[in-house]
């Protein structure tokens, strides 16, 4: 027994040697890299600050929203434009094409294929590999190796087999090597076209009700929750489970906790605490099943081309429903006919498009692109004058020459009046402090908050934020959104950086966008080239 004991010492020690740097000192984890941040490609810095939150003016219209406060915001990134039709076209065509590709590699063992070479190959492996290979010409399936291989162009006499790894990392979801007009694609993907009956004039066009897109997202609110869990005395293990049935536990689960979404039973909350020699315990609480805050939706990602018809009754606005979206002309402004579930959505996908060419290229992930707070949204538009009304200051909507400042309605029936009939171009007008654009009119802009009234009388301080995910079951009153910064249709009241209204988050219309906001890792000074690295000096120095 002494042996053994001294063995299981030797090994203890054997580890933390393996691990010490050698000095005997406190050291940290070496090797680790150095993280310098980077601004997001069409993002702008917006460093950590206070400001005073809410009206700083009477309330004109009574919506009893005036009481202010002061509240500190963290640094954070943000888009210098509203989110634009080509840039969310570019998330709309990866569905599609997603899709696509999903379907060929489906379908594709029970086609036949020819490659560039003019040989008949029939997919044996498992067709996740197919779409874009089939333009190389150097690759083939040998039917005497039951399998894919490739051969050097200069030497056709030599050959080497492919894994179905390989060939995963050769052909990935892309069509670059191979147009979607092939004539053995084609019978594949017919079903994401519009049906012969519902085409206008026999035009073979794609059925915007297919582009579903499937994500997930963690419910960290829910997450952070802690659940009561069995805290035993001695004749009980620490999962809770009887080893004397004459004894009782001292804290019982009156039941077992239930999905937040699904209402399903998910078990009870472990105690991962250890009872020492006296009977203490230290109660560390931990959840037995993660997968419950892992969130799974699908959503349709087109844009809803027909709110220019159903916002505004006995008015002609067809002409923007026909062409908005897909046309050239209007790729520069700014996407709407977006949903509140929508926006988030994209938000998902941009992060992992991000994350994945990161993580490609040997670097570190980043925070996720999200939807700003209401508190975040007023910060940025702000743009660093604290007390002013206005992106632009105030307190004028025009400048000296008359000219105004942003996109509204200016006067009754007077929507051109500041160069602008519907939206304009997202980089219209002049940028605000930080460098933000059309941060007051043009479209509204979806923000993550939820809407409540009274939210500055109970939110915190801190990086104010109140969040809450509605059910299809719950009332529409708890599923409105803040939207801020006013649209092309408001009034210059809404142009406020204060100014603060709701819309249903399943809802769309056609004068309302988005932009993304990333949280900065590090200290969020106002001095961007501080940040990062990995000096041990403190970040602030005193002069």
Same mark, same amino acid.
């Given at each position: 027994?002494?042996?053994?004991?001294?063995?299981?010492?030797?090994? &203890?020690?054997?580890?933390?040697?393996?691990?010490?740097?050698?000095?005997?000192?406190?050291?940290?984890?070496?090797?680790?890299?150095?993280?310098?941040?980077?601004?997001?490609?069409?993002?702008?810095?917006?460093?950590?600050?206070?400001?005073?939150?809410?009206?700083?003016?009477?309330?004109?219209?009574?919506?009893?929203?005036?009481?202010?406060?002061?509240?500190?915001?963290?640094?954070?990134?943000?888009?210098?434009?509203?989110?634009?039709?080509?840039?969310?076209?570019?998330?709309?065509?990866?569905?599609?094409?997603?899709?696509?590709?999903?379907?060929?590699?489906?379908?594709?063992?029970?086609?036949?294929?020819?490659?560039?070479?003019?040989?008949?190959?029939?997919?044996?492996?498992?067709?996740?590999?197919?779409?874009?290979?089939?333009?190389?010409?150097?690759?083939?399936? *040998?039917?005497?190796?039951?399998?894919?291989?490739?051969?050097?162009?200069?030497?056709?006499?030599?050959?080497?087999?492919?894994?179905?790894?390989?060939?995963?990392?050769?052909?990935?979801?892309?069509?670059?090597?191979?147009?979607?007009?092939?004539?053995?694609?084609?019978?594949?993907?017919?079903?994401?076209?519009?049906?012969?009956?519902?085409?206008?004039?026999?035009?073979?066009?794609?059925?915007?009700?297919?582009?579903?897109?499937?994500?997930?997202?963690?419910?960290?609110?829910?997450?952070?929750?802690?659940?009561?869990?069995?805290?035993?005395?001695?004749?009980?293990?620490?999962?809770?489970?009887?080893?004397?049935?004459?004894?009782?536990?001292?804290?019982?689960?009156?039941?077992?906790?239930?999905?937040? !979404?699904?209402?399903?039973?998910?078990?009870?909350?472990?105690?991962?605490?250890?009872?020492?020699?006296?009977?203490?315990?230290?109660?560390? #609480?931990?959840?037995?099943?993660?997968?419950?805050?892992? &969130?799974?939706?699908?959503?349709?990602?087109?844009?809803?081309?027909?709110?220019?018809?159903?916002?505004?009754?006995?008015?002609?606005?067809?002409?923007?429903?026909?062409?908005?979206?897909?046309?050239?002309?209007?790729?520069?402004?700014?996407?709407?006919?977006?949903?509140?579930?929508?926006?988030?959505?994209?938000?998902?996908? #941009?992060?992992?498009?991000?994350?994945?060419?990161?993580?490609?290229?040997?670097?570190?992930?980043?925070?996720?692109?999200?939807?700003?707070?209401?508190?975040?949204?007023?910060?940025?538009?702000?743009?660093?004058?604290?007390?002013?009304?206005?992106?632009?200051?105030?307190?004028?909507?025009?400048?000296?020459?008359?000219?105004?400042?942003?996109?509204?309605?200016?006067?009754?029936?007077?929507? !051109?009046?500041?160069?602008? !009939?519907?939206?304009?171009?997202?980089?219209?007008?002049?940028?605000?402090?930080?460098?933000?654009?059309?941060?007051?009119?043009?479209?509204?802009?979806?923000?993550?908050?939820?809407?409540?009234?009274?939210?500055?009388?109970?939110?915190?301080?801190?990086?104010?934020?109140?969040?809450?995910?509605?059910?299809?079951? *719950?009332?529409?009153?708890?599923?409105?959104?803040?939207?801020?910064?006013?649209?092309?249709?408001?009034?210059?009241?809404?142009?406020?950086?204060?100014?603060?209204?709701?819309?249903?988050?399943?809802?769309?219309?056609?004068?309302?966008?988005?932009?993304?906001?990333?949280?900065?890792?590090? #200290?969020?000074?106002?001095?961007?080239?501080?940040?990062?690295?990995?000096?041990?000096?403190?970040?602030?120095?005193?002069?």
């Amino acid at each position: 027994m002494k042996k053994l004991l001294f063995l299981v010492v030797v090994g &203890i020690a054997a580890v933390f040697t393996a691990c010490d740097s050698g000095t005997g000192h406190l050291t940290g984890v070496q090797g680790r890299r150095v993280y310098y941040p980077e601004i997001p490609l069409g993002m702008v810095y917006i460093p950590s600050g206070s400001y005073t939150m809410g009206n700083g003016d009477q309330d004109v219209p009574f919506l009893h929203q005036a009481r202010s406060k002061v509240v500190s915001i963290p640094a954070f990134y943000m888009d210098q434009t509203e989110i634009t039709n080509n840039e969310y076209r570019e998330f709309v065509y990866w569905v599609r094409d997603s899709i696509m590709l999903e379907k060929v590699y489906a379908n594709a063992p029970n086609a036949s294929w020819t490659n560039n070479m003019g040989n008949n190959i029939q997919p044996t492996l498992e067709p996740g590999v197919l779409a874009d290979m089939l333009s190389y010409p150097d690759i083939y399936y *040998d039917e005497t190796q039951q399998a894919w291989v490739s051969f050097d162009p200069n030497d056709p006499y030599s050959s080497s087999g492919l894994s179905e790894q390989q060939m995963r990392q050769l052909f990935p979801l892309s069509w670059k090597m191979r147009g979607i007009k092939d004539e053995q694609i084609i019978p594949l993907i017919s079903d994401m076209y519009l049906r012969p009956n519902e085409r206008w004039y026999k035009r073979r066009e794609i059925d915007t009700r297919k582009l579903n897109f499937r994500y997930y997202w963690i419910d960290l609110p829910e997450a952070a929750k802690k659940g009561r869990v069995n805290i035993v005395r001695n004749g009980y293990d620490n999962q809770g489970n009887y080893t004397n049935p004459n004894l009782e536990p001292q804290h019982r689960d009156l039941k077992n906790p239930e999905h937040p !979404f699904t209402g399903e039973p998910v078990g009870q909350d472990l105690d991962q605490g250890y009872f020492n020699k006296k009977g203490q315990n230290n109660a560390i #609480r931990s959840h037995e099943d993660r997968s419950r805050f892992i &969130i799974q939706e699908e959503i349709n990602v087109y844009p809803d081309t027909l709110c220019w018809v159903r916002d505004f009754t006995y008015s002609f606005n067809d002409p923007m429903t026909n062409m908005y979206f897909w046309h050239p002309a209007y790729d520069n402004y700014p996407v709407i006919g977006i949903t509140w579930v929508q926006a988030r959505a994209f938000c998902v996908w #941009r992060t992992q498009k991000l994350n994945n060419w990161l993580e490609g290229m040997g670097a570190l992930w980043v925070q996720d692109f999200r939807l700003p707070t209401e508190g975040e949204w007023e910060y940025g538009a702000r743009g660093d004058l604290k007390d002013s009304p206005y992106p632009w200051g105030g307190p004028y909507i025009r400048n000296s020459a008359g000219c105004m400042l942003g996109n509204f309605k200016p006067m009754r029936g007077r929507y !051109f009046d500041d160069g602008g !009939f519907y939206p304009v171009k997202a980089y219209s007008y002049n940028p605000n402090g930080y460098g933000l654009y059309c941060m007051a009119g043009n479209v509204a802009e979806w923000t993550e908050t939820a809407y409540d009234e009274s939210v500055y009388e109970f939110s915190h301080d801190l990086s104010p934020e109140y969040r809450y995910y509605a059910m299809d079951w *719950d009332p529409p009153s708890m599923k409105r959104k803040v939207i801020r910064g006013g649209s092309w249709k408001d009034i210059g009241f809404y142009l406020q950086t204060s100014s603060r209204t709701y819309e249903y988050q399943d809802t769309s219309k056609s004068y309302i966008g988005f932009r993304c906001v990333q949280s900065h890792i590090g #200290r969020g000074g106002r001095d961007f080239s501080r940040e990062g690295g990995e000096e041990l000096r403190s970040d602030i120095e005193l002069r």
